[in-house]
């Protein structure tokens, strides 16, 4: 098994940024691909980012491409969402995710293990 912890989120006023991680242990050499996703109350969870197990591909939704990066360190086990030019509509709880193949995948029915979630919120 892998377990995922999140951390890194909080309030943050509109226009500010947040640095999100995920801290894999377990059986982390059963992890591939890598992504976020995202819960705003009364909605689904949504695909916000993917990353490959060597970073070199990376994936992202239209409503984030060019305010956030995804990252991995893999000698750290440890992924990351840098958040920058943060939007109200951005606020949710952030949950990392990880599945055995290192193949793209944007559904949640895809991935193999999953955090409990961090929440961000931002403020107008």
């Known amino acids: 098994q892998v377990q995922l912890v999140e951390s890194g989120g909080g309030l943050v006023q509109a226009g500010g940024s947040l640095r999100l991680s995920c801290a894999a242990s377990?059986?982390?050499?059963?992890?591939?691909?890598m992504a976020w996703f995202r819960q705003a109350p009364g909605k689904e969870r949504e695909f916000v980012a993917a990353?490959?197990?060597?970073?070199?591909?990376?994936y992202y939704t239209d409503s984030v491409q060019g305010r956030f990066t995804i990252s991995r360190d893999n000698a750290k086990n440890t992924m990351y969402l840098q958040m920058s030019g943060l939007k109200p509509e951005d606020t949710a709880v952030y949950f990392c995710?990880?599945?055995?193949?290192?193949?793209?995948?944007?559904?949640?029915?895809?991935?193999?293990?999953w955090g409990q979630g961090t929440q961000v919120t931002v403020s107008s």
């Open positions: 377990g059986r982390t050499f059963s992890m591939n691909t």
């Open positions: 995710a990880a599945r055995r193949a290192d193949v793209y995948a944007g559904g949640r029915t895809e991935y193999d293990y």
């Open positions: 990353i490959s197990w060597s970073g070199a591909r990376t």
